[in-house]
């Protein structure tokens, strides 16, 4: 009652012609400050959600998945619903997944990547990242949500330009104003930011890199923003020591090196890329103490597996095999697989990951417990998938320059009939 009497008193007085000059100063003061505590009521009510949610003491391994607020699978997400039914209309009807185009940008300039998708009240959203290739001296990218309507909305936009004689100096940009070494960079640089979480989404700015040498680069700074899923609101600039709670279930420890740990929190991919070659190792390990593993990865500790840790899976049996230069091609196509994204299955010992071997053409799914590797989706262009379900029907999301793309499992149709 009090602060409505209060800001009365201050309109009234915004009205009042006799109002002293000094008097507007002071009721100007007093309005800034409001406005000023109203947003440090908004950044503290923040804080103590995330604060209150690494507090909770779960038993087991999930402790440390509150306190590194790891996104959740669709699944397993509190507010799911089994009545939801994807409208997904089948184009592409082969051999491999079932396929179709869900929503494509108006620039076709504009490559997006690093899709995710959310599910809240029934509601299926999807953020991405969007960026124009080739690169123009206004070095932008933007972060989107793409609502259950297909509308498209701009979250907020990621600003390259204040670190551009840091990229130019590090070599990623030449003299002649080629940017196609930052694109790759940035893209790789992209793949743990986006993060969801209790309806809201978490992401990250890049704002210092630092040389590796022969490792490449490395993340050496960085903001982190909290935006309210389907809000249409400004993002929320976290404090830096919220932001140390906030992590993917990727970890890239440099543009060569990344660690991507399954939902159970007992597997985890390492990859390390070697550019100078274009070729690539790449390991499968379990994890016997996940606080222990997360708190040495970003402490920036190298080789944290070794053999006995190790997940045997012999690609020999799959693609044809180099033994010299310990390289796999692919036995349709004789090109070279390179693992790009990836992206567990939600509770089976299933991975998905993009080829990258020397362009990103498809995308392919590996079953760890039956050891097969097959190819899902076999266009050109196919990258970045992230696996999610609904009613118990699996789907990869992935994109595909400047579309969404859905596809679906041939196991869909058994689940439907079942039911």
């Known amino acids: 009652m009090k602060k409505t009497l209060f800001i009365l008193v ?29 947003k440090e009521l ?23 998945i509150e306190e590194f607020n790891v996104p959740l699978v669709l699944t397993n997400y509190k507010k799911f619903s089994s009545s939801k039914v994807l409208n997904f209309e089948i184009d592409s009807t082969d051999e491999y997944w079932n396929r179709n185009n869900y929503f494509t940008g108006e620039s076709s300039d504009e490559f997006f990547y690093n899709v995710k998708a959310s599910l809240i009240d029934d509601k299926l959203k999807f953020y991405f990242i969007g960026i124009k290739f080739p690169l123009a001296d206004n070095l932008i990218a933007n972060l989107y949500e793409l609502d259950e309507n297909k509308n498209l909305y701009t979250i907020d936009t990621i600003d390259l330009n204040a670190d551009y004689d840091q990229w130019k ?28 979480k209790d309806e ?12 590796l040498g022969e490792r490449g680069f490395e993340v050496d700074g960085k903001e982190y923003y909290e935006y309210s899923i389907n809000s249409k609101e400004k993002p929320l600039k976290l404090e830096r020591e919220i932001s140390n709670l906030i992590s993917s279930e990727v970890m890239t420890f440099s543009s060569n090196s990344s660690y991507t740990i399954n939902p159970s929190k007992n597997k985890v991919v390492v990859k390390d890329d070697f550019l100078a070659e274009n070729s690539q190792s790449i390991s499968f390990h379990k994890i016997t103490n996940w606080k222990e593993w997360l708190t040495t990865i970003h402490n920036h500790t190298i080789d944290v597996f070794d053999e006995s840790t190790k997940i045997k899976f012999d690609f020999s049996k799959h693609f044809n095999f180099n033994t010299e230069t310990l390289e796999w091609f692919d ?18 010992d299933i991975l998905y990951f993009d080829d990258r071997g020397g362009d990103y ?32 029907k699996e789907y990869v999301a992935y994109v595909e320059k400047n579309k969404i793309m859905l596809s679906e499992s041939p196991d869909n149709e058994k689940t439907a009939n079942s039911m």
Request: aromatic share 10%; with cysteine; charged share 25%.
């Open 10 to 38: 201050i309109l009234l007085g915004c009205n009042n012609p006799n109002t002293k000059p000094k008097d507007l100063e002071k009721i100007k003061s007093l309005e800034q400050n409001i406005i000023d505590l109203k």
């Open 42 to 64: 908004a950044e503290i009510k923040s804080i103590n959600t995330l604060l209150k949610e690494s507090n909770q003491e779960p038993s087991g391994e999930e402790t440390y």
């Open 169 to 196: 100096e590090h070599g990623l940009m030449n003299e002649s104003g080629n940017h196609d070494t930052l694109f790759n960079f940035f893209m790789l640089f992209q793949l743990d930011n986006l993060i969801i």
């Open 200 to 211: 809201k989404l978490y992401y990250s700015k890049i704002k210092k890199i630092t040389g």
């Open 331 to 348: 036995l349709e196509t004789n090109d070279k697989v390179l693992f790009g994204g990836i992206s567990w299955h939600s509770s089976e």
């Open 361 to 392: 053409r498809s995308i392919w799914k590996i079953d760890f417990t039956n050891n097969i590797v097959s190819k899902i989706v076999p266009e050109n262009g196919a990258m970045h998938p992230f696996f999610f379900k609904i009613n118990e």
